[in-house]
């Protein structure tokens, strides 16, 4: 069997360029004080000869692995059953990719996962957790700033308003919802039901207090639990129309929950949008546009916000403003034939 060839070292790379050995690593690495037509030698040998960093040693030498923890605190059904999820994993790869830095993907089954992801990030493995998803009774942030690991939350922390180091990437879910309400009003419909998120989570909170700042008077029957799934939204919608049979308008929180709804509207004979109209959250194109009818909702940039949520955690260290550390995205509403 043929032996492989030999892997390119520092030293050829140095040799090939013309330049000492450390400022071929100083290239390497991305330190600053090596002239540009020097760094230009480098990277041209570099390109030349294959080079590939050896990322263990390099870690001895900059303490930075190049690695980077997403943590989603659900399940794996749910987190592949969900295009939320690949989306906000897309923005964060795309981000990641650029900075040639690597992504290590970590998904809570249970309770009994805290101790197994807090052991791994308090193991000197990344460089750093972005975390999404978290639910407000969750030890997790508690765990993760135990490991002592620079953090961005995807979403507003329930507990970040009295926070000040607390970093984060969220839309602008209260004023999304002001929207959905809004345009159904819009429409003439007076009896707007609500489909709720999960309350344990600060988005669907801040959608459920968006509904009400523009419903104040509205009966509670007409609000039903969900939790962003498509069996609870048609759970949620079940228990809508037996309550209130005359619904002339659903808002739900998020696309998923619409299309349950709009399945258990087909099947009790009711017309979208002549009867009821639907109102989701999100604008995954995979669930609204497929929708029948295809699904009115409330756009927020989900991919832009993983994005964010890796450039910040990559550029902007801790002390900096926080203004600057916590991004609200604004949302806009796309209007499609389920209202």
């Given at each position: 069997?043929?032996?492989?060839?030999?892997?390119?070292?520092?030293?050829?790379?140095?040799?090939?360029?013309?330049?000492?050995?450390?400022?071929?690593?100083?290239?390497?690495?991305?330190?600053?004080?090596?002239?540009?037509?020097?760094?230009?030698?480098?990277?041209?040998?570099?390109?030349?000869?294959?080079?590939?960093?050896?990322?263990?040693?390099?870690?001895?030498?900059?303490?930075?692995?190049?690695?980077?923890?997403?943590?989603?605190?659900?399940?794996?059904?749910?987190?592949?059953?969900?295009?939320?999820?690949?989306?906000?994993?897309?923005?964060?790869?795309?981000?990641?990719?650029?900075?040639?830095?690597?992504?290590?993907?970590?998904?809570?089954?249970?309770?009994?996962?805290?101790?197994?992801?807090?052991?791994?990030?308090?193991?000197?493995?990344?460089?750093?957790?972005?975390?999404?998803?978290?639910?407000?009774?969750?030890?997790?942030?508690?765990?993760?700033?135990?490991?002592?690991?620079?953090?961005?939350?995807?979403?507003?922390?329930?507990?970040?308003?009295?926070?000040?180091?607390?970093?984060?990437?969220?839309?602008?879910?209260?004023?999304?919802?002001?929207?959905?309400?809004?345009?159904?009003?819009?429409?003439?419909?007076?009896?707007?039901?609500?489909?709720?998120?999960?309350?344990?989570?600060?988005?669907?909170?801040?959608?459920?207090?968006?509904?009400?700042?523009?419903?104040?008077?509205a009966d509670p029957a007409?609000?039903?639990?969900?939790?962003?799934?498509?069996?609870?939204?048609?759970?949620?919608?079940?228990?809508?129309?037996?309550?209130?049979?005359?619904?002339?308008?659903?808002?739900?929180?998020?696309?998923?929950?619409?299309?349950?709804?709009?399945?258990?509207?087909?099947?009790?004979?009711?017309?979208?949008?002549?009867?009821?109209?639907?109102?989701?959250?999100?604008?995954?194109?995979?669930?609204?546009?497929?929708?029948?009818?295809?699904?009115?909702?409330?756009?927020?940039?989900?991919?832009?916000?993983?994005?964010?949520?890796?450039?910040m955690l990559l550029h902007?260290?801790?002390?900096?403003?926080?203004?600057?550390?916590?991004?609200?995205?604004?949302?806009?509403?796309?209007?499609?034939?389920?209202?």
């Amino acid at each position: 069997m043929p032996q492989a060839a030999a892997r390119p070292t520092l030293e050829a790379v140095a040799a090939r360029a013309g330049v000492s050995r450390a400022t071929v690593s100083r290239v390497v690495n991305g330190e600053a004080g090596v002239r540009e037509a020097l760094a230009a030698k480098v990277r041209r040998a570099v390109k030349e000869l294959g080079y590939v960093p050896n990322r263990a040693a390099r870690s001895l030498v900059t303490r930075r692995h190049d690695a980077v923890a997403v943590v989603i605190a659900e399940p794996e059904t749910r987190v592949f059953g969900d295009p939320f999820f690949a989306l906000q994993l897309r923005g964060i790869s795309k981000e990641l990719t650029a900075r040639d830095v690597q992504l290590v993907l970590l998904l809570m089954e249970g309770r009994d996962d805290h101790e197994r992801v807090g052991r791994y990030l308090a193991g000197g493995h990344v460089d750093g957790a972005l975390v999404f998803s978290l639910h407000l009774d969750d030890p997790l942030p508690g765990i993760i700033h135990g490991a002592g690991v620079p953090t961005v939350f995807g979403g507003r922390p329930g507990w970040a308003d009295g926070a000040g180091s607390v970093r984060y990437v969220d839309c602008d879910n209260r004023g999304g919802a002001h929207q959905a309400v809004r345009h159904l009003v819009g429409l003439g419909r007076r009896r707007v039901a609500h489909i709720t998120g999960p309350l344990d989570q600060t988005s669907a909170v801040d959608r459920l207090d968006g509904y009400r700042d523009l419903m104040p008077g509205a009966d509670p029957a007409l609000t039903a639990d969900g939790d962003f799934t498509l069996a609870g939204g048609e759970q949620a919608m079940r228990r809508l129309l037996d309550r209130r049979p005359d619904v002339d308008a659903v808002f739900a929180a998020n696309d998923v929950s619409a299309s349950g709804a709009l399945r258990v509207l087909r099947a009790a004979g009711r017309r979208v949008p002549q009867d009821v109209a639907v109102v989701g959250f999100d604008d995954m194109l995979p669930v609204a546009e497929q929708a029948e009818p295809p699904l009115t909702t409330v756009r927020q940039e989900i991919e832009e916000m993983g994005r964010l949520m890796a450039a910040m955690l990559l550029h902007g260290g801790q002390g900096h403003d926080p203004a600057a550390a916590r991004v609200v995205l604004p949302t806009a509403l796309v209007r499609r034939e389920s209202a």
